[in-house]
C-alpha cells in the first residue's frame, strides 16, 4: 500500500448527487456501497476512497490520457494520421483546456467533512487523511484557475433544501483562488510527512511545490497581467492587480527555499549516472530510493489495469515489440535547437556553410555534438540510442547533382544509380512525408519512454510515473522570483544548480527574463507547463502569432522569450551518394517543414481563460462571463 494506492480494494462512494442528502437512499444499501460510519471507521477503506479521489485528479497532460497534448504547440509533429488536425488548424477554439468539476469539489468536501467528524479513526491519521484532501482540493483549485480564472470558491458540501438560489456562488476574484490555494498549502504542509521516498501520496514538500508554482503563477499574472489589458474583468474575476506581484512573488520564493533548505526532507537533483543525457532520460523513469527529484507523482504499477501506453505509441517504430504501434510523438526541431551549446550561446543546427554547401558528417551524431545534456535526454536523435539499439533514420541518398534519392518505405529496396543491387534508401523510422507512425520530424521523443522489456506491448504498457512536481522545477521557480524579487544572485545561484546537471559546467553570471523562459523550455518541455507557462507571462499571443514559420523565423532569435513558434519543423538526414568523392558514404541534413503542417498556430485573447458553458451561465446568473466570450 505504501507506493500504489489505485485500483487494488474496494472503492468507497461519498455520494452520487450534487445536492441529495444520504437520507434520502433507500434503506435496503446495496451490497458495493458502504455505509459512511463504516468507511470512516477502518484506515484501510479510508485510503480506498481517497485513492479513488487521487486517480481523479486533474493533468493537462499525462502518460494515460493520451499523447496529443505533448504534440501541440509546435514542440512537437503528430505522427499519426487521425491527429494531423493539430498542425492543419490555425489555432485554438476558446473552449479549450476549461474544466469545471464541482462534482470532484464536493466529493473533496464531504470527505473532508466526514473525516473531521470520524471518531474511530486515530488522530494522526485523521490529520493526515484531511490534509491530503485539502491539498487534493486546492491542487483542483489550481488547476481550475489556471483554465478559467475566478472560480466559486466552495469549500463545504452544499445541500439543496429547496431554495436554489443559496446554491449559486459568484466567481471568486482570481488573486483570491490564488490565495486560498497558498493558504491551504501552508494550514496543512506540517500535517504531512517529509518523506521524499514518498511520491504517490502528497507529502509536506508536495505542498510546498504547489505553493511555490501558485505564487508564481499569480505574481506573473499581476506583473505581466498588464500587457494585456483587454484581459481582465472590472470585479478582477480575471486579472490581478501589478501591485500584488511582489507580495506573490516573495511567498514563491519562501515556498521553494523550504524544500531547498531540507526543511521537507532531502530532495536534491538526480545525479546517479554518468553519461548526463541517460542520467536526464532516467529522472523520468527510476523509481527506486535513488531518486530523490520527483516530489509528487501520478504512479502507475505493471501487472495491474493501472499502466499505461505511452510507451507503445511513442516507441521508435524499428524498435516496436509488437511491430507497428509507435512514433506517435515527434519533437521538432524548433525544440532541438532551442539546447544550447557547452559555451552558454545559442546556434541553430550547422546543415550549412558560410556559402550556403552542406556541411558533411561522418557520423549522424556529429551535428549535435557539444550540445546542453538536455537534448539526447529528452529526444531521440538520429543515430541515438533506445534500449541500447540505434534508431535507423534518415530520409534517403542525395546525389552528386543534389536530387534525392528515397523511397516511400524502408522494405521498398532500389538500386542505386550505377548499380544493379537493391538496398535499403529509407530510414526503418523514416522520416517520410505522410507516413504515420515512422517519425516525420527526424526525432522521437525520449523523455518518459520505459527501456523496460514488454514496456512497448499492449498486453502489458508501462508503469513509469508522471512527475507532477519535481525538484528542479522548485529551483527553476525560486530563480523565477527572486530575479523579479531583484535578487540576481539568487536566482543565478539556483539556475546554474539545474545547468550544471545538464553538462553547462561555465556559471552563468548575468540573468535576464529571456534566460528565465529559455531555461524552464529545455528543462521541462513535455511535462505540461509550456501553454500555461506563456500564458501566465501573457506571451502566448506573441509566440503563437498565427503566422507561417520560414526557415529564417526557425534559425534566428534563439534564446528569445518572443521567439515566433507556430510551426513544427523538421531536420532530415540523408547520406551523400557520388563515388569517388571524398564525401562519399557521409551524411548532410536538410531543414523541412513536413507536408502536413499547413497550419499555423494562433493564440487569440479569448484563449487566455477558457470560455465559461452556457449551461454553467444559465444555471447560475451570478456568474460572470469570460473576456472576449
Known amino acids: 500500500m505504501k507506493k500504489t494506492y489505485k485500483a487494488f480494494i474496494l472503492a468507497a462512494m461519498l455520494g ?3 445536492c441529495n442528502k444520504d437520507s434520502d437512499y433507500l434503506d435496503v444499501q446495496p451490497k ?8 470512516f471507521s477502518d484506515p484501510t477503506l479510508v485510503l480506498s476512497a481517497l485513492a479513488n479521489l487521487y486517480d481523479r485528479q486533474l493533468d493537462f497532460s499525462g502518460l494515460d490520457n493520451g499523447w496529443a497534448s505533448f504534440a501541440d504547440f509546435s514542440e512537437a509533429f503528430p505522427s499519426e494520421n487521425g491527429s494531423a488536425y493539430l498542425v492543419q488548424r490555425n489555432g485554438w477554439g476558446f473552449g479549450e483546456w476549461g474544466t469545471w468539476d464541482y462534482a470532484y469539489i464536493r466529493e473533496l468536501n464531504l470527505f473532508i467533512q466526514r473525516a473531521t467528524a470520524a471518531t474511530k479513526l486515530s488522530e494522526d491519521d485523521k490529520k493526515r487523511f484531511i490534509a491530503e484532501a485539502r491539498f487534493l482540493r486546492a491542487n483542483y483549485y489550481f488547476e481550475m484557475v489556471k483554465r478559467m480564472g475566478g472560480v466559486p470558491l466552495i469549500t463545504a458540501p452544499l445541500e439543496f433544501t429547496g431554495d436554489v438560489v443559496s446554491l449559486q456562488y459568484p466567481r471568486a476574484k482570481e488573486s483570491e483562488v490564488y490565495d486560498f490555494i ?7 504542509k506540517d500535517l504531512l510527512p517529509s518523506n521524499p521516498d514518498e511520491k504517490a501520496r502528497v507529502t509536506k514538500g508536495a505542498a510546498l511545490a504547489m505553493e511555490a508554482r501558485a505564487a508564481l503563477y499569480a505574481g506573473s499574472i499581476a506583473k505581466y497581467g498588464t500587457n494585456t489589458p483587454q484581459v481582465s474583468l472590472p470585479g478582477n474575476e480575471v486579472g490581478i492587480p501589478a501591485s500584488m506581484a511582489n507580495g506573490y512573488y516573495t511567498k514563491a520564493l519562501a515556498a521553494a527555499q523550504q524544500i531547498i533548505n531540507g526543511s521537507a526532507g532531502g530532495y536534491q537533483l538526480y545525479k546517479e549516472i554518468p553519461n548526463l543525457s541517460e542520467n536526464f532520460a532516467s529522472i523520468f523513469y527510476d523509481k527506486s530510493g535513488k531518486n530523490k527529484e520527483s516530489i509528487w507523482v501520478e504512479d502507475f504499477k505493471a501487472g495491474t489495469t493501472k499502466t499505461h501506453s505511452f510507451t507503445v505509441n511513442d516507441q521508435p517504430y524499428s524498435q516496436s515489440e509488437e511491430g507497428g504501434d509507435a512514433g506517435r510523438l515527434n519533437p521538432s526541431l524548433n525544440i532541438v535547437e532551442a539546447f544550447e551549446k557547452l559555451d552558454n550561446t545559442y546556434a541553430p543546427l550547422a546543415t550549412t556553410d558560410a556559402s550556403g554547401n552542406p556541411i558533411f558528417y561522418t557520423n549522424q551524431q556529429d551535428i549535435f555534438a557539444g550540445r546542453d545534456a538536455r537534448l539526447e535526454g529528452t529526444v531521440i536523435i538520429p543515430g541515438g540510442l533506445f534500449k541500447s539499439q540505434p534508431v535507423d533514420i534518415w530520409a534517403g541518398y ?4 543534389g536530387s534525392i534519392f528515397s523511397s516511400s518505405d524502408a522494405a521498398d529496396l532500389r538500386a542505386l544509380p550505377g548499380t544493379n543491387q537493391s538496398v535499403q534508401v529509407l530510414g526503418r523510422d523514416g522520416p517520410a512525408n505522410g507516413k504515420e507512425f515512422r517519425t516525420q520530424s527526424g526525432f522521437y521523443i525520449r523523455k518518459y519512454l520505459d527501456p ?3 514496456s512497448g506491448r499492449r498486453g502489458r504498457r508501462s508503469d513509469v510515473a508522471f512527475i507532477r512536481y519535481r525538484y528542479a522545477e522548485v529551483l527553476l521557480n525560486a530563480a523565477e522570483a527572486a530575479f523579479e524579487l531583484n535578487q540576481p544572485g539568487v536566482a543565478l545561484g539556483y539556475i546554474n544548480q539545474v545547468r550544471s546537471r ?3 559546467t561555465n556559471p552563468l553570471t548575468d540573468i535576464n527574463f529571456d534566460r528565465i523562459v529559455h531555461e524552464r523550455r529545455v528543462e521541462l518541455v513535455f511535462e505540461g507547463h509550456t501553454l500555461f507557462d506563456m500564458k501566465r507571462w501573457r506571451l502566448a499571443h506573441v509566440v503563437w502569432d498565427g503566422n507561417q514559420m520560414t526557415l529564417a523565423d526557425l534559425k534566428t532569435n534563439i534564446g ?8 513544427p519543423w523538421g531536420l532530415w538526414p540523408y547520406k551523400y551518394y557520388n563515388p569517388g568523392n571524398p564525401n ?10 513536413p507536408n502536413l503542417v499547413t497550419g499555423a498556430n494562433r493564440f487569440q485573447f479569448g484563449n487566455y481563460y477558457s470560455q465559461i458553458n452556457n449551461d454553467i451561465l444559465s444555471n447560475n446568473p451570478k456568474i460572470v462571463k469570460q473576456p472576449n466570450q
Open 16 to 18: 452520487t448527487g450534487a
Open 32 to 39: 458495493n456501497i458502504i455505509p459512511t460510519e463504516t468507511l
Open 182 to 188: 497558498i493558504s491551504e498549502a501552508e494550514a496543512i
Open 398 to 401: 542525395q546525389l552528386a547533382d
Open 452 to 454: 523496460a522489456t514488454g
Open 502 to 504: 545538464a553538462g553547462l
Open 560 to 567: 528569445s522569450a518572443t521567439k515566433r513558434n507556430t510551426q
Open 584 to 593: 562519399n558514404g557521409k551524411w548532410l541534413f536538410k531543414e523541412v517543414k
